[in-house]
């Protein structure tokens, strides 16, 4: 599988953005599809994930803020992002777990390149 993300950009705090991550291949609805992000200086942290059956998870951080949905017919993951603040800069990455759900790194087999977020205060 081979993920491209897209989406990121520039906005100001309060703004909104959507991330979408499209994947190759047609095994996409076998997948669990998560979402990362790394801010400047820390570790990748886990942002959400959305199962086969479409069930999500968040991080406590983002809840309420951040949507993650996906359409199986066109391959693609999405994260609306409402409601921006400087604290989600990041670059953010989508992955495809094949086994999973999990809230780990670890258990995501492919990535996507990463696109970046950058919220302005």
């Known amino acids: 599988v081979q993920l491209q993300a897209s989406g990121g950009g520039l906005v100001q705090a309060g703004g909104s953005l959507r991330l979408s991550c499209a994947a190759s291949g047609r095994t996409f609805s076998s997948y669990v599809m998560g979402w990362f992000r790394q801010a400047p200086g820390k570790e990748r942290e886990f942002v959400g994930y959305?199962?086969?059956?479409?069930?999500?998870s968040y991080a406590e951080s983002v809840k309420g803020h951040l949507t993650i949905s996906r359409d199986n017919a066109k391959n693609t993951v999405y994260l609306q992002m409402n409601n921006l603040r400087p604290e989600d800069t990041a670059v953010y990455y989508c992955?495809?777990?094949?086994?999973?759900?999990?809230?780990?790194?670890?258990?995501?087999?492919?990535w996507g390149q990463g696109t970046l977020v950058t919220v302005s205060s």
């Open positions: 959305i199962s086969r059956s479409g069930y999500t």
């Open positions: 992955a495809a777990d094949s086994s999973g759900p999990s809230y780990a790194p670890q258990s995501y087999e492919y």
